[in-house]
Structures are given as C-alpha cells and as structure tokens.
C-alpha cells in the first residue's frame, strides 16, 4: 500500500497513476485547509509565457509535462469533461512600451529554441474582436491552452475511486510517523510501502513536525475571481501584464492572480480583489457585462529557487517530496506523477530530472 498525504491536483494525479500500475492507494486530506491552491488555480497550461531566463532546467520540466497534457487529452470527449480548452494564449501589448516588450520576449524565447508570432492590432482583433480597440497588438503562444481545475479534481477522484483507491478527509496532520514501513497516521496505524509529501503549501510544516527536516519553503497567496458574461466574449486566454484570463465553459471567465506575502493567510482580502478589479478595468471595456460569481484565495508552495521538489529524501528513502509546484502545479502535474511512478517502480528518479530531488538542499 502507498500512502498519499494531500489530494490537491499532485497528490490525485500521483494517486491515479499508481493505481492504473496496480498499486494500492490510500489518500489522507482534511477539511480544515481552506485555501489549497488548486481550487483557486486559472489552470493556464503555458510553459513558455512565463517564463524566466533563469529557469532552465524548470522550462523543461514545464514542456515535457504539457507534452503529456497534449497526448493523454487527445480524447475530445474526455477533453471537454475536464474543461480543457483546444485554444491558445495572447500576450497583450497595451501600449508602445509593451509592444516593444513582446518583440523581446518573441526573441528571448526564439532564443530558446521555440517561435511564437507577433500579431499587429487588426490581426489581434480580428482573432479578439471584443478586446479594447486602443491595444497595440499581441504575441500569440500556439496551443497553450487551460483547464477546468475543479472539474479536473472531480475526474481525477473518480477515476481514483472506481480503480480501489481510498481517500480519507480528517483533521489538519500535525505529524506523522513511519518507521520500517510502519504509518501512524492520527489514530490509524498500518503498514505502507511509500508515504508520498503533496500538502502543498503545508508540507514543509509536517515535515518539520514529523521527521525534524525543513525546506527554504514559504506560501505565496494568489486570488482569482470568476464572472459570468451573457454570450461568449473571447476564444484564447489573454494574458496581461497584472492580469490573464481564462474563458471558460458555460460563458464563464477566470481571472488571476494575485501573489502576496502574507504568510499562511487564507481568507480574501479587499485588497487583492482591489488589485485584480482594478487591471481588469484596465484591460478590458465594458465590464457591466462582467456579472461577479466567485473569488477563491490560494496558497502556492514556493520554494526559494522557485523549483518544485520531486523525490525521496535521503533520511528515509520511503518517503517521497511532491510538493513547492509554485504557480505551475496544475501544468506540472502529469509529469511529476510519472516521476514519482519511476521511483515507486524503478527506486530512482530519471536522470533527466534529479535537479528537482531533495538532494540540492541536500535533504
Ligand atoms: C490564484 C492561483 C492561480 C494559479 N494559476 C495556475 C495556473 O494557471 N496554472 C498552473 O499550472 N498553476 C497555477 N497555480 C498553481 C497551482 O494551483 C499549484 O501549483 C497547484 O495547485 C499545487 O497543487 P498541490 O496539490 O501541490 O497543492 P494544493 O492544491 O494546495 O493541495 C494541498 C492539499 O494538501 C492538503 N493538506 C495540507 N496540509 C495537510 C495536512 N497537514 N494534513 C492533511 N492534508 C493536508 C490540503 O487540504 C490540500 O488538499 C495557481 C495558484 C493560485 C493560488
């Protein structure tokens, strides 16, 4: 038996993973975390808008997981069950100076090895005919698409419970004990193979409380807003430079995010509802055909070199990190799954992907 601790998107996806190579799964969660960042996410799936010339070895990470978005979602039908929209994203220049911005970011990820396409004003409203006619124009990311976070959640639980997979809610974990593939888990005491760390943004707390081992982790809050509109207003996800925009089923639209330093606060505040109001005003006309439905606050697990941490510790070699996915946990899930099935199945982590193990705190 293989014990997940978290059923935000990582641990469900690790869960059906292990589940589809006939392994047992048990899954541990609670009601008392109410800002887990999966339920807040847009769910953009853009690993090249993002970004950043330091980041390497995590742009790969990010492409080779939208790799297996794009093969393991061919199925339309599937597709559409989880909210996974077939389109692509704009990065819009609102004026001379972001215009001039995109030309370098077209150039900087030419650089990198990959084309996007600048998009002038009419070619731009043309696509987006319902954006401000006062941009300048856009730079278009091909297929990087998004998906329903909730809706994916609710497909991943089912899948997991029609395979035998058990998911258990409980009060917030303190601490855990397992030694010599002994678990004791609040009142349950059972033998497990593996006890696989997805808490998210909590995670480094339990493990602090639990084996003595702390990660230069910290949360970083984000909110996102949904709204409503009469008919649909846009076909790509819009990025902005405060702000991005996902269109939705339903007429639908997800606006994110926000990032904050605020420690482990969970609740909206009206700040950040001030700041994502106030860029939407900005970016978009018409916002009286904007009718509010839902604000949700996350917390993201941000660890210091802004890199996830996939993999064993070195203390105890059963217990597996998957967790500090930062703002692109639910594009990274897929492959930090596959990851984590290497080393159930194979003991080692693929060399392809060390740099994300624990190793580099030398954990
Ligand atoms: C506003 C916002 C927008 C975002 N947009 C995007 C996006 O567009 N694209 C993208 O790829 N990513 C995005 N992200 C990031 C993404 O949401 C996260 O990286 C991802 O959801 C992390 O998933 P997780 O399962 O690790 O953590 P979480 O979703 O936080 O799940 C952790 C789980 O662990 C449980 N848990 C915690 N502590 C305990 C405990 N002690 N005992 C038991 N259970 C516990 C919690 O209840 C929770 O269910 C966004 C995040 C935010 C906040």
């Known amino acids: ?11 469900l996806y690790i869960a ?13 969660d609670t009601s008392d975390v109410k800002a887990n960042a999966t339920s807040a996410s847009v769910g953009m799936l853009a690993p090249l808008i993002e970004t950043k010339p330091y980041e390497n070895q995590l742009l790969k990470l990010m492409i080779d997981s939208k790799r297996l978005w794009d093969k393991n979602f061919e199925n339309n039908l599937v597709a559409d069950t989880i909210g ?19 030309k370098f970011k ?3 990820i030419k650089k990198l090895g990959h084309e996007t396409q600048i998009l002038n004003k009419d070619e ?13 124009g856009s730079l278009i990311f091909n297929k990087h698409n998004q998906v329903e976070p909730d809706l994916l959640k609710k497909f991943l639980t089912k899948k997991i419970l029609d395979m035998g997979g058990l998911i258990k809610k409980q009060k917030y974990l303190k601490k855990f004990n397992f030694i010599n593939n002994k678990v004791e888990i609040g009142n349950s005491k059972f033998i497990a193979e593996k006890l696989i760390i997805c808490c998210g943004a909590w995670s480094s707390k339990l493990l602090e409380q639990s084996e003595n081992i702390s990660f230069p982790m910290r949360p970083v809050k984000g909110i996102s807003m949904i709204f409503e509109t009469e008919k649909n207003m846009f076909f790509n996800n819009l990025w902005f430079k405060n702000i991005y925009i996902a269109p939705r089923k ?3 639209l997800a ?19 001030f700041f994502l109001s106030k860029h939407l005003w900005e970016s978009l006309p018409e916002l009286e055909k904007l009718k509010f439905k839902e604000v949700r606050a996350g917390l993201r697990s941000t660890v210091v070199d802004g890199n996830p941490i996939i993999g064993p510790l070195k203390k105890n070699k059963n217990i597996i990190c998957s967790f500090g996915h930062y703002r692109h946990g639910i594009l990274l899930a897929p492959l930090t799954a596959e990851i984590v099935l ?17 190793k580099r705190f030398n954990l």
């Open 250 to 252: 339903d007429n639908n």
């Open 255 to 273: 606006v994110g995010a926000t990032e904050d330093e605020k420690g482990f606060e969970e609740e909206v505040t009206l700040d950040e509802i």
């Open 1 to 11: 038996m293989i014990v997940i601790l978290g059923s935000g998107i990582i641990g």
């Open 106 to 108: 077209k150039e900087f």
């Open 84 to 102: 996974l929209k077939k389109n692509s994203s704009l990065l819009i220049a609102q004026d001379i100076d972001e215009f001039e911005e995109i």
């Open 342 to 358: 290497d080393y159930v199945l194979e003991k080692k982590i693929p060399n392809k992907y060390c740099f994300f193990s624990p």
């Open 124 to 136: 731009t409203l043309e696509l987006e005919p319902n954006l401000n006619s006062n941009i300048e």
């Open 16 to 28: 059906k993973k292990l589940l589809e190579n006939k392994k047992k799964v048990l899954i541990f």
